[in-house]
């Protein structure tokens, strides 16, 4: 559920999705339907990591990335200015809000402002 709206997550073949192909991405998020998917990191065509913890890791930033573009998504930010000149989400700013939303999240509980 994100901020009332259910969205599906789906773990996809990379050969089989050409919104991932044709992009290089490894996930995208889709507001229309709605759906996050993840490129299926086990394709070792597409995917090489040194072990389950690297690729779980990865699957991970990769998932709360998604995420982030969906709270922005369904809080009014619908478009990536990086596709759509006009507005929308940036990509490093949702990098750096997926990867440090846990360590926030860490000091407001420990400062009890949760
Ligand atoms: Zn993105």
């Known amino acids: 559920m994100i901020l009332g ?9 990379w050969s089989e999705d ?6 290089s991405w490894v996930g995208y998020c889709c507001c229309d339907l709605p759906l ?6 086990d394709d070792e065509e597409h995917f090489h990591f040194d072990n389950e913890e690297e690729k779980d ?11 982030i573009h969906a709270f922005l998504n369904e809080s009014g930010l619908k478009d990536n200015f990086e596709h759509v000149p006009r507005m929308g989400h940036e990509e ?14 860490d000091v407001y509980e420990k400062l009890g402002i949760l």
């Open 5 to 13: 709206t259910e969205y599906r997550i789906e773990i996809h073949k």
């Open 18 to 23: 050409s919104e991932l192909s044709k992009n």
């Open 36 to 41: 996050i998917v993840i490129a299926d990191l």
């Open 57 to 67: 890791v990865y699957f991970k930033s990769s998932l709360r990335h998604e995420i």
């Open 92 to 105: 490093t700013m949702v990098d750096w809000i997926a990867n440090q939303f846990p360590k926030i999240a």
